[in-house]
C-alpha cells in the first residue's frame, strides 16, 4: 500500500538511485553500530552459555543439558557450526548475530517497503538503524535477533503470497516461518499475524468469495507446510518429555492478565534505558523522509489525522519520568495507521492492496495485549518494537509530506520539528537516562575464568591424574562461567568442566575418580551458597571473586531503578573434599 494524497493522484515514491545509496549507507552504519567495541561483547547471560556451550561439551554428546527447555536446536546448531568454522575462537559466537541484526534492518526494510512503499520503508529502516534496543540484541548471543528476522521475512513474503496470489512466495512463507519455529518455541507468530491480517482484511473489506477463498486456502497451505517443517523439531523432543516439558517450563513465566498492566510499565521503563540513539534515529527518519520527497510543494490541507500525527510528537517531549520515545513512537504508529487508511480508502485503492495494513495493525494490537501477559523479560518486546518501527516509519513519511504541501517552506517547518526533537533529546539525557547501556562490557566471567583458573591450577598442580585430567570443575547454575571454563580446557591444564543444577557431587560415590574437584557457584546458585555455608563440611570455600552483572543481565530482573541496589554480586570457588 503506497502512502498517497487523498485529494492528490500524485504518489509519495523515492527515487529509486538515492533509494538504493541511503539504505546502503543505514545499513553501513547499522553494522558499526553493532560492531563497535567488539572486545566490551562476551558470553553473560544464562541462555546465551547454554546456547553456546554444545560445541565444548563433547563429554555430554555436544549438548548442554536441558537445552530443549530454552529454545529449540536451530540457532545453537548455528552457534556450534560457527566455533567449528573459527576453529574454536569463543568469542565468534558473538558477531553472529551483529550480521544477523544488520540483516534485520533490511529486512524490516523491505516489509515496510511492500506494505507503505520506499519512503516509509527508509524511515523506518532509520528507526530500526539506530534503536538502542535492536543494537543491544544486535551484541549478544540469544535467540531474539535470529528469530524476529526469520519473522519479519516470513511476514514479508507471507504478504506477498496473499495478496498476489504467489505460489512461489507461499513457499518462501512456509519455509521462513519454520525456521522461526525451530529458532525459538514462538516462531509460529508469522501465522498468526498474517492470519488475524487476512481474517480483518476479509471481516472489514468484504471482499468477493473469488477473491477471498484462494487466499484463505493459500494462507491454511502455508500454516500446514510450516508445521510439517517444524515436526521434525516436535519428535525430537519426545526423548526429553515431549512439548509438554517445554510447555510446563514456560507456563511459569504467565503472570496473566493480573500482572498486564505492571509488566507493561516495565517493558516501557526498560526502553526508557535504551534511547540515547532511539532519539537520533527519529532525527535522522525525518532527514530521510523530508529529504525522498520528489512532489513540489503546493497548497495542501491540513487534515485532522495529519495535524494529530504531527502534533503527536511535541506532545510527549515533556515526558521525562516515562519513555517519552517508545511513546511517541506508539502515538505516531497509531495515528499513521488511521492516516493511510483514511488515505488508502479515499483513493479507492484495491482492498487486496491493504492487506498489509491489516497485517501490521494485527502485529501490533495482538502482541500489545498478548506480551505483557508474560513476565517482563525485556526481549519479549522485540518483536512488538519492530512493528512499532515499520508503523512508525509511515507515520514519518507523512509528516515530512504533509510539510512539503504547506505554504511555509517545507525547510522551515521540518527544523522546528527537528530542533524540538533535539530539545526533548536533552531533557531526556539530564532526567538521567544511561548512557549507551548496550557498549558495557560484558566480560567479567570471562576475566573471573582466568583467576579460578588460575586458583585451581596452584591447588591441582600439573601432574596427571586419573584419565589424564588434573582437576574437574563443576559449574552450578551459571552456563555463561560454564562457557568460558570449556573454552580454555586442553590450553592452561586439562581439565573438564561439568554444568550442574545441584550439588549432586558433594554425594559419595562408589566408583568416584580421584581426582582434584572443584565447585563454582554463582549469582543464580543462590541457594547452594546458603546450603554450603551451613554443611561446609564436604567442600572447603577457597575463594570469592566480586562479580557485577552488566544492565543488560539485571534488567531480565529488576526494574531501571532497581539495578544499582542489585548490582554487586559474587562466584564462589570451593574444592570439593575428598573422601
Not at 66 to 89: K, M, Q, V
Not at 445 to 456: E, G, P, R
Request: charged share 15%.
Amino acid at each position: 500500500m503506497t502512502i498517497s494524497d487523498p485529494h492528490h493522484s500524485v504518489e509519495y515514491e523515492c527515487p529509486p538511485r538515492r533509494s538504493s545509496y541511503m539504505l546502503g549507507a543505514l545499513l553501513v552504519i547499522a553494522f558499526a553500530l553493532r560492531a563497535w567495541l567488539p572486545s566490551h561483547m562476551s558470553i553473560e547471560h544464562f541462555d546465551e552459555g547454554v546456547y553456546a556451550s554444545n560445541y565444548f561439551s563433547s563429554h555430554l554428546d555436544f549438548r548442554y543439558p536441558d537445552r530443549h527447555l530454552y529454545a529449540p536446536p536451530l540457532f545453537p546448531a548455528i552457534l556450534e557450526w560457527t566455533l567449528i568454522l573459527s576453529g574454536g575462537n569463543p568469542h565468534a559466537v558473538m558477531w553472529v548475530n551483529v550480521v544477523l541484526g544488520t540483516a534485520l534492518v533490511a529486512a524490516i526494510w523491505w516489509v515496510a517497503k511492500l506494505i507503505a512503499g520506499g519512503g516509509a520503508a527508509l524511515a523506518a529502516a532509520a528507526l530500526a538503524t539506530f534503536s538502542d534496543f535492536l543494537i543491544q540484541y544486535s551484541r549478544v548471543a540469544l535467540t531474539d535477533t535470529p528469530v524476529c528476522l526469520f519473522m519479519v521475512l516470513a511476514v514479508g513474503f507471507g504478504l506477498i503470497a496473499l495478496r498476489d496470489r504467489n505460489s512461489l512466495a507461499a513457499v518462501g512463507a512456509t519455509l521462513l516461518t519454520a525456521a522461526a519455529w525451530w529458532t525459538k518455541y514462538n516462531g509460529w507468530l508469522p501465522l498468526a499475524i498474517l492470519g488475524a491480517g487476512l481474517a480483518g482484511w476479509v471481516v472489514f473489506e468484504r471482499p468477493k468469495r473469488s477473491e477471498a477463498l484462494p487466499r484463505i486456502g493459500l494462507f491454511v497451505v502455508i500454516a500446514v507446510g510450516a508445521f510439517l517443517f517444524w515436526l521434525p523439531c516436535l519428535w525430537g523432543l519426545q526423548e526429553f518429555g515431549g512439548y509438554a516439558a517445554v510447555a510446563k517450563n514456560h507456563a511459569g513465566y504467565v503472570v496473566g492478565f493480573n500482572g498486564w498492566w505492571d509488566s507493561l510499565v516495565r517493558h516501557l521503563q526498560v526502553q526508557r534505558e535504551y534511547s540515547i540513539f532511539t532519539m537520533a534515529g527519529i532525527v535522522v527518519a525525518l532527514l530521510v523522509s523530508h529529504g525522498l520527497l520528489t512532489v513540489g510543494k503546493r497548497k495542501g490541507d491540513s487534515g485532522f489525522w495529519c495535524f494529530m500525527l504531527i502534533l503527536s510528537i511535541p506532545l510527549v517531549f515533556m515526558s521525562t519520568l516515562l519513555p517519552g520515545q517508545t511513546i511517541a513512537l506508539f502515538l505516531v504508529s497509531g495515528i499513521s495507521l488511521i492516516t493511510c487508511y483514511v488515505c488508502s480508502k479515499t483513493s479507492q485503492e484495491d482492498s487486496t492492496r491493504r492487506l498489509g495494513w491489516w497485517m501490521l495493525l494485527a502485529w501490533i494490537l495482538g502482541l500489545l495485549v498478548s506480551t505483557p501477559v508474560y513476565r517482563p523479560y525485556p526481549r519479549l518486546f522485540m518483536p512488538l518494537m519492530i512493528a512499532i518501527v515499520i508503523a512508525s516509519g509511515m507515520g514519518f513519511e507523512l509528516i515530512a509530506r504533509r510539510l512539503s504541501n504547506r505554504k511555509t517552506p517545507a525547510s522551515n517547518s521540518f527544523k522546528i520539528i527537528t530542533c524540538m526533537v533535539l530539545a526533548w533529546f536533552v531533557l531526556e539525557v539530564f532526567a538521567g537516562i544511561p548512557w549507551f547501556p548496550e557498549y558495557q562490557d560484558r566480560n567479567q566471567f570471562q576475566k573471573i575464568t582466568s583467576s579460578v583458573i588460575k586458583n585451581i591450577r596452584e591447588i591441582a598442580g600439573t601432574s596427571k591424574q586419573l584419565d589424564d585430567l588434573n582437576a574437574i570443575i563443576y559449574v552450578v547454575g551459571e552456563p555463561g562461567l560454564c562457557y568460558h571454563l570449556a573454552s580454555r580446557e586442553q590450553f592452561d591444564f586439562d581439565y573438564i568442566t561439568q554444568p550442574a543444577s545441584n550439588l549432586g557431587m558433594l554425594s559419595p560415590k562408589s566408583n568416584a575418580p580421584n581426582v582434584p574437584t572443584f565447585l563454582i557457584l554463582g549469582p543464580h546458585a543462590s541457594q547452594e551458597m546458603e546450603t554450603l555455608a551451613i554443611q561446609n563440611n564436604q567442600a572447603k570455600l577457597i575463594k570469592e571473586f566480586e562479580y557485577l552483572p552488566s544492565d543488560f543481565v539485571l534488567l531480565d530482573d529488576h526494574a531501571p531503578a532497581k539495578i544499582e541496589e542489585n548490582r554487586e554480586a559474587v562466584v564462589q570457588l570451593w574444592q570439593v573434599l575428598q573422601r
